[in-house]
């Protein structure tokens, strides 16, 4: 499809083991962004690339958070030593816009639900 | 700083219309609006951009009054899909949304 894939769509896993999330953006899109999203809540920006480019990782709550984007497409999020407190969905949005104003849409994608037991 | 929407919650009857309020304490540049189903990805509404402008898509339209930094979502007649949790997301600095906390909108027959 032409949308944001993200995999796996559920992960569970046990407190202290280490996850790794995948996001694989619409091909050509510039800017790919990470959130985190409890529930009820709205998503909370965690970190931003342009292309390879990490230009913003500011909402990494620790650095157990580490994202990259090797090649300037598929972009993983991992996280270590996991904590209760990581359980939420994980959601990547792709955009064609890069620095500057965002005159461009965030195409989300369905997200990776992520239950620490 | 998060913006503020308001209400949190709304419950209608189909056919009627709805305002979502969106505002901020920080000069924006644009604001963007999109509806997440639950379970789903949230799905892209519009942008607007500073300049005060109103866009509308379908029987939903949004304003942006800059100088007030508040957005707001009107929806016309609504009808049962538009139901579902509706986000803003204010720019105040380069390609950096901050979002809402989301107004909770139910439509009923």
């Known amino acids: 499809g032409a949308g944001v894939s993200q995999s796996p769509r559920y992960k569970v896993a046990k407190r202290g083991q280490d996850v790794a999330l995948r996001c694989d953006p619409i091909?050509?899109?510039?800017?790919l962004f990470w959130y985190q999203q409890a529930l009820g809540q709205g998503p909370e920006f965690l970190t931003y690339?342009?292309?390879?480019?990490?230009?913003?990782k500011s909402g990494l709550p620790s650095d157990r958070f580490f994202a990259e984007r090797p090649e300037g497409s598929v972009s993983t999020l991992k996280i270590q030593r996991t904590q209760q407190e990581d359980s939420a969905v994980y959601l990547c949005?792709?955009?064609?816009?890069?620095?500057?104003?965002?005159?461009?849409?965030?195409?989300f994608g369905d997200g990776t639900r992520l239950s620490i037991l | 700083q998060q913006p503020v929407q308001s209400p949190q919650a709304v419950i209608l009857r189909e056919g009627e219309d709805a305002v979502i309020n969106c505002s901020s304490s920080?000069?924006?540049?644009?604001v963007h609006w999109y509806r997440q189903k639950h379970g789903e990805a949230p799905v892209f509404l519009m942008i607007?951009?500073?300049g005060g402008e109103q866009k509308g898509h379908e029987k939903i339209s949004a304003s942006f009054n800059e100088k007030k930094q508040q957005s707001s979502l009107y929806l016309t007649a609504s009808q049962l899909s538009y139901s579902g949790t509706y986000f803003c997301g204010t720019e105040d600095s380069n390609y950096q949304l901050i979002w809402g906390a989301g107004t909770k909108l139910i439509i009923k027959p």
């Open positions: 949005a792709s955009s064609s816009s890069g620095a500057g104003y965002s005159n461009q849409p965030q195409h």
């Open positions: 690339f342009q292309n390879e480019a990490q230009l913003d």
């Open positions: 920080k000069a924006l540049y644009s």
């Open positions: 607007l951009l500073k």
């Open positions: 091909s050509g899109h510039v800017s």
